[in-house]
Every structure is written in C-alpha cells, then in structure tokens.
C-alpha cells in the first residue's frame, strides 16, 4: 500500500522572535512536531501565548522557522505554492465594510481567478453552505460577529481548498453563532476536506476534532487520538435507562463481590450549560 502524503507535517520547529531588552532572543516555539493527515479534524490548544498562532504561522510561511521545517501536502511551506490548497481564517478577518456578503466572496473569488458562472455558482453554493443567503446583500459592515466569522470561513473555501486553517474560528462569538461553526467544520470532515483548528476553548474542540496537541510555553505537551486523551483509564463507564432500585441494588452487590473494583459514583449523567442553552432558545424558535 503507498504511503499517503500527510496534509501537514510539521517537524522539529522553533521559532524565536528579537525583542529589545537586553537583545535577548525569545523563543515562541521549541521542537513542536505535528503530523495531521488528509481528512481528519486537528486541534492545536493552549493557553494564550503558548505558541498556537507562531506554530500556524509558521505553517503558512508567514514567519520564517528558526529552525526545523514544515510542509503542506509535502510542499515546504515557505513556497508560495504550497498555499494553492489551503484556506486560512484569522482570529479576527478584516473585510470591506462597504461591500455586501455576496460581493466579498466574488472578491476573493476573482483575487483567486475565478471568474464567469463558475465564480456565481461557487457564491452560492458556499453562502448557503455558511447560512448566509439571507444576508447575501447586507454590507458586512453591518454583520454581527458570529457572521463575520461565517462569511470569512466561506471566503476560506472559495478556491475549494483541500486544508483549511483556522485561528480561534469561535474567539468572541455567542453560543448559537459558535454552534454554527462548529456544524461547519464537522461539514468540512464530511467533505474530506482536512481542518488544523487552533483554539483556548476546550470543549469546542471536543466536539468536533479527532487528534489534539495541548501546547504550553512553546512546547508540546501531549498529543494523540482525542478518544485516547480524554479516556480514564482505569474506570469503565456503564450506562442504563430507567434502572430500578432493585437492578442498581444488584450491580453494587456484584461490584462488591468483585476484588479490586469500586463503585465510583452513581446519579444522572449531565448535559452542559451551552447544550441546556441552545437546546431552550431553539425550542422557543
């Protein structure tokens, strides 16, 4: 079988950044490894100023590595080439304020020689995959947050990239607007297209990633399988629906009678305040 080109692969980067005080170099990134392959969903997290932003920089050639190397379906990313497949949403994407949602998607589309019915096919498609058809002819500059952050996703994927790359897509938006792209990014996995997904928010990436690295003082602490991750090892976790008092009596009898084991804890289990959140203002949709 032949070796599938990783999507990203970084190797070994460092990255260290001048500063005036005593002419000390200050170093952002220290020997962080990531390997992402096409099609899977890749969380980069980390407190603020662990190195999230330099490490995704340096992936797009926007900074150069101190040392080590970093490459986009085996390009390098320092050639402008390597950045024909990849769509990239900032923290926070500066836009055209006096132009309307449709009109900065023909924008970009054109910057990326798109042209004629291709160019208006593509517009629609992608403001109806972000829900924003509504506001096709609204000036972004009247757009809420949750808004400006889907019509930069959608302006990502104007060339049909095959690696989109986003920096805390959700920083600033409510819940309904973060839920919403979040369903956009799981859209993305189901069309193949692969996602290295930079965020603080935890449970966000949660819902949504299949391999994590956590990323502490420019150093990667962990990485793997989120299922791996987030697993506790040495507990098992049953569920049961509608247990009357007389089974639950049995299964602590039987965990009882078993050597080594413990009845942790038994109760409901738990939603989170942002599902209870959006799960009552829809019902009151």
Do not use: W
């Amino acid at each position: 079988m032949a070796d599938i080109t990783p999507a990203v692969e970084i190797r070994n980067l460092v990255k260290d950044f001048t500063t005036s005080f005593r002419r000390k170099p200050l170093r952002a990134v220290e020997d962080v490894s990531i390997r992402i392959m096409p099609g899977e969903v890749y969380g980069l997290i980390g407190p603020n100023g662990s190195g999230k932003s330099t490490t995704m920089k340096a992936l797009l050639g926007l900074v150069a590595p101190t040392s080590g190397t970093c490459a986009i379906f085996g390009k390098d990313s320092l050639k402008v080439d390597s950045r024909n497949d990849v769509g990239f949403l900032p923290e926070n994407p500066y836009f055209y304020k006096h132009l309307s949602g449709g009109e900065t998607l023909r924008f970009y589309g054109r910057l990326c020689g798109l042209g004629g019915k291709t160019l208006d096919d593509r517009v629609n498609e992608l403001l109806a995959l972000v829900d924003l058809e509504g506001a096709r002819d609204r000036r972004v500059g009247g757009y809420s947050k949750g808004m400006l952050q889907r019509i930069g996703l959608a302006q990502a994927l104007i060339q049909e990239p095959r690696l989109v790359i986003l920096d805390e897509p959700t920083a600033g938006v409510d819940p309904l607007g973060s839920r919403q792209i979040r369903d956009l990014i799981l859209k993305l996995r189901e069309r193949g297209i692969t996602v290295f997904l930079c965020s603080h928010l935890l449970e966000q990436v949660q819902e949504v990633c299949d391999h994590v690295g956590i990323i502490f003082r420019g150093r990667m602490i962990r990485e793997g399988r989120l299922e791996d991750l987030i697993a506790i090892e040495d507990q098992t976790e049953i569920i049961l629906k509608d247990a009357g008092p007389e089974l639950m009596e049995k299964i602590r009898a039987l965990v009882a009678a078993s050597p080594g084991s413990s009845l942790v804890r038994t109760g409901r289990p738990r939603t989170t305040l942002e599902r209870l959140f959006l799960r009552e203002i829809r019902e009151e949709e």
